[in-house]
């Protein structure tokens, strides 16, 4: 079940701690590497370094305090947040459009996971090189990166216990840190007024382009809102006040630290680092790393959770997907983990350090907020906010995003293609895939239901025809009693008739709440004919071999039906019925003759679904009792074609 209201804004000692855990690693681990980014190679002086500084503060309040936790941690869908719980919130308020902006997201969204556990785990272990400065740290990364996705398909349910104390101990280190460092250049403190980052932007030679690196320090903000569902409206907001200050405290320190060397120019040292007194170091290293991997971690489950949601709205193909734990809404994606393994992989080994990620990380992530914005405009409309205050709430954001995307622009060349490239081709995955299954969806035909059930009931009871299973289930995409697919018709009845003793026809609703479940039977024939409705969450794996189970043991249990086989020499011991699922598996008939568009999204949508899972595995059904049966789509027949009947020429007989 969702959240209820209340639960949403509770405030627990323990609900913080899980909030602290899980919500702000990928945020929390930025000052390892943002102002880094910024000032690597360049010379110091006060206007870059308390502008940078004053940008980091206003960036962090703007995005992530005013437009996440305030505004957007409004938009629950049933207690769940996310950029495709939000669509399936507001999608019904508004024109079909939405779907791209949030396709957009979603596709950008899962491009920047590539980048954030190698950045971050590299960032910590480059640490490391303050004791070894020619150690050669990418197999050390490697193999962090690769026995985090090995642990995946066991859960994290006893680890992640110890994600919350953790990544406290983290925050407090930096903030304690950064607090002591502070002291020796109070002075920074000025870099609260705004002016200072104007002047960086106005000033500063090129310091527009800067806004790149200072976009690093927010781009973990999509997860306060993703998170929402597992922690709660109340817990986030309350736990990121510390988290706010920890953070700010310890950019300022590292701020204060390089207002100590004006006038030279920052090496490849880390001004994180730089700050820690020489005997925290291991500890700051070890403390790191450990919240770099719950950072990924937290990322990896984000995307579990964001493709089972694109699953569910026909956005992605059916994939595997495993329930490693009890806990709710925790999932596991073997495809989608072996493919991340292996993109970060490939990442580490092509950049081999953090400060040559930058240039590739959060570029993507830049329009993934572009696009909530737009979803968050919507929202509100939705809750009939002043027009003028939504113009004015979606220009002052769209316009602060759109000028760190120029910025970020920057960055295409050296790096920023690989994330913008995998966006694009993860946008063009679900489009054409959601595209094609909508094409098929307009291409079926539908019988009337009512007027075919004599023809069932005759067909039940025809002795003539050898029985092929006492109960035979079809799924349908028919949302009511009223119709029926032509050709689930010509299955029972054409494609040698299927005599059965009682026919189920099952539906199922994707609800645009996350994890309802529900269902509905209606008699159509009794003893003969029943038609089952689930109405399930988006974020609910339609398992229907097992949910079908419950519903039959149901009916059972109220005496609407009989489940012993109806062959006299088995009825006598009540040996239960067979069942058995007839699902169809469909190809592009050869007797199409489609538009070069059509032709194309059809094309590509029948590639795509060689990596999707076949029809009995995406229902979760038991291959024992399933037949599969291949049937043709055609979704236009070639127009003016003409066959011409020729009579024989009748030839002497000459025999």
């Not at 990928?26 to 590497?33: A, C, K, M, R």
Request: glycine share 8%.
């Amino acid at each position: 079940m969702s959240l209820s209201h209340s639960s949403l804004n509770k405030v627990s000692p323990q609900g913080l701690l899980v909030a602290i855990g899980i919500v702000f690693g990928d945020i929390g681990t930025s000052p390892l590497y943002t102002l880094a980014a910024v000032m690597r190679g360049k010379e110091l002086t006060e206007t870059l370094v308390l502008g940078t500084l004053s940008c980091v503060i206003w960036t962090l309040t703007l995005q992530t305090t005013i437009k996440y936790v305030i505004i957007t941690l409004r938009a629950d869908n049933k207690g769940e947040g996310g950029i495709f719980s939000l669509y399936t919130l507001v999608r019904r308020f508004t024109g079909g459009w939405l779907k791209y902006p949030a396709i957009i997201g979603g596709s950008f969204l899962l491009a920047d996971g590539l980048i954030t556990p190698p950045i971050s785990v590299s960032s910590a272990i480059e640490g490391l090189l303050i004791f070894y400065p020619h150690l050669d740290t990418v197999p050390i990364v490697i193999a962090i990166i690769v026995a985090l996705f090995v642990s995946q398909q066991f859960g994290t349910q006893f680890l992640g216990k110890l994600f919350g104390p953790i990544m406290l101990v983290w925050f407090t280190f930096i903030g304690a840190i950064g607090f002591w460092a502070l002291f020796g250049h109070l002075g920074v403190l000025r870099a609260l007024n705004p002016v200072w980052a104007m002047r960086l932007l106005t000033e500063y030679p090129g310091g527009f382009w800067l806004l790149g690196g200072v976009f690093l320090c927010t781009t973990g903000a999509e997860a306060l809102y993703s998170d929402m569902g597992h922690c709660g409206r109340g817990n986030i907001r309350v736990s990121w006040g510390y988290v706010k200050l920890m953070l700010l405290l310890s950019y300022a320190g590292q701020s204060a630290w390089l207002m100590q060397h004006l006038g030279q120019r920052l090496s490849e040292t880390s001004p994180f680092y730089s700050i820690v007194p020489g005997w925290l170091t291991v500890f700051s290293i070890c403390l790191a790393t450990l919240a770099t991997i719950i950072a990924s971690q937290a990322l990896i489950s984000g995307a579990f959770t964001l493709v089972g949601e694109a699953m569910r709205l026909n956005f992605w193909p059916r994939q595997r997907v495993v329930y490693p734990s009890t806990e709710r809404g925790q999932l596991y994606v073997p495809y989608i983990n072996w493919g991340l393994m292996v993109g970060c992989i490939l990442i580490v080994l092509h950049f081999r350090e953090s400060k040559n990620m930058e240039a590739a990380f959060g570029l993507a992530v830049t329009l993934t907020m572009l696009m909530s914005t737009v979803l968050m405009s919507m929202f509100l409309r939705m809750k009939r906010v002043n027009p003028i205050l939504i113009v004015l709430i979606t220009g002052v954001f769209l316009t602060v995003e759109t000028t760190f995307l120029i910025a970020n622009l920057m960055k295409f060349e050296e790096g920023g293609w690989i994330s913008v490239t995998l966006g694009l081709l993860l946008m063009a995955l679900m489009y054409f895939w959601y595209r094609g299954e909508a094409i098929k969806a307009e291409s079926i035909r539908y019988d009337s239901l009512p007027d075919n059930l004599h023809l069932l009931k005759q067909l039940s009871i025809d002795e003539s025809i050898p029985k092929y299973a006492t109960h035979l289930v079809y799924l349908t995409t028919a949302e009511d009693t009223r119709k029926i697919e032509a050709e689930t018709l010509y299955s029972i009845l054409n494609r040698a008739p299927k005599r059965a003793d009682i026919y189920w026809l099952l539906h199922i609703y994707v609800e645009d709440e996350p994890y309802v479940m529900r269902y509905k039977v209606e008699t159509l024939a009794e003893e003969d004919v029943y038609f089952i409705t689930f109405y399930l969450g988006f974020r609910v794996q339609p398992r229907i071999n097992l949910l079908f189970r419950m519903v039959v043991e149901d009916m059972v249990k109220n005496k609407e039906i009989t489940l012993e086989t109806r062959y006299r020499s088995l009825n006598t011991h009540r040996v239960p019925g067979d069942f058995r699922f007839v699902l169809f598996r469909t190809f592009l008939s050869y007797e199409n003759a489609l538009s070069i568009s059509d032709k194309l999204i059809m094309n590509v949508y029948f590639l795509i679904k060689n990596i999707s899972l076949p029809p009995q595995a995406a229902y979760g059904l038991d291959t024992s009792n399933v037949v599969v049966e291949d049937v043709p789509i055609v979704l236009a027949r070639p127009a003016n074609l003409r066959l011409t009947r020729i009579q024989p020429k009748e030839e002497p007989y000459t025999g």
